[in-house]
């Protein structure tokens, strides 16, 4: 089975650069047109079912590259941030940088926020359950976290190894068939490479 892992498209959020966490931010115009952009390249590769993140920007992106039939899940909603729900990016490392990097590596959480580990148990108890109904292109559509911690518990990449994936962008990895999990594409976008995506 290959896992199509898409995140949702530019928030309103994203392009202020405020952690989102589970805040339910919509898309931004550009994010908009970045799944329009995105969608030819998912109808080509074709999948077999969807599954996404409740929220409004993935479940607008998740409609707008054309992933139906389609399951929303609570579970598969972005890391909690606790208290720094909605704050700049540039305020909190202002503030401590040894936190959010932390907080990036996955060994630390933000006050009142969600652990790396109970996160990755969470994102991937969605895939072990998909896992049991195999088919040849899984289409999960999420979050930048989600997509990490994906990364981690089936490739191994520590999250402090993995650059923030670009919104609107398609990542790929094959499970299954008693061999080794390969990640067979990252970050992929239709248009231009972006090496500076927002948390």
Same mark, same amino acid.
């Given at each position: 089975m290959r896992l199509l892992l898409v995140r949702h498209g530019q928030s309103q959020w994203n392009a202020a650069r405020r952690l989102q966490g589970q805040a339910d931010i919509g898309l931004s115009d550009l994010g908009k047109r970045q799944a329009d952009a995105l969608r030819p390249v998912i109808e080509k590769i074709g999948h077999c079912r969807a599954v996404s993140s409740d929220l409004a920007r993935v479940r607008d992106t998740a409609h707008r590259i054309g992933a139906e039939p389609m399951r929303f899940t609570e579970a598969l909603r972005e890391i909690d941030v &606790?208290?720094?729900? &909605?704050?700049? %990016?540039? +305020? @909190?490392?202002? #503030?401590? #940088? +040894?936190?959010?990097? &932390?907080?990036? $590596?996955?060994?630390?959480?933000?006050?009142?926020? #969600?652990t790396w580990a109970s996160f990755v148990e969470r994102v991937t108890d969605v895939i072990e359950t998909e896992k049991r109904n195999a088919c040849e292109n899984l289409l999960i559509v999420c979050h930048g976290g =989600? @997509?990490? $911690? %994906?990364?981690?518990?089936? %490739?191994?990449?520590?999250?402090?190894? %993995? @650059?923030? =994936? $670009?919104?609107?962008s398609l990542s790929a990895f094959r499970l299954g068939n008693g061999k080794q999990p390969r990640l067979e594409l990252f970050n992929y976008l239709p248009d231009s490479p972006d090496f500076g995506a927002p948390d």
């Open positions: &606790g208290d720094w729900t &909605g704050r700049a %990016i540039e +305020d @909190i490392r202002g #503030e401590n #940088e +040894d936190a959010y990097q &932390g907080w990036r $590596a996955g060994t630390s959480a933000p006050p009142g926020g #969600e =989600v @997509i990490r $911690a %994906i990364l981690q518990r089936y %490739i191994g990449l520590d999250p402090a190894q %993995i @650059i923030p =994936v $670009a919104p609107a």
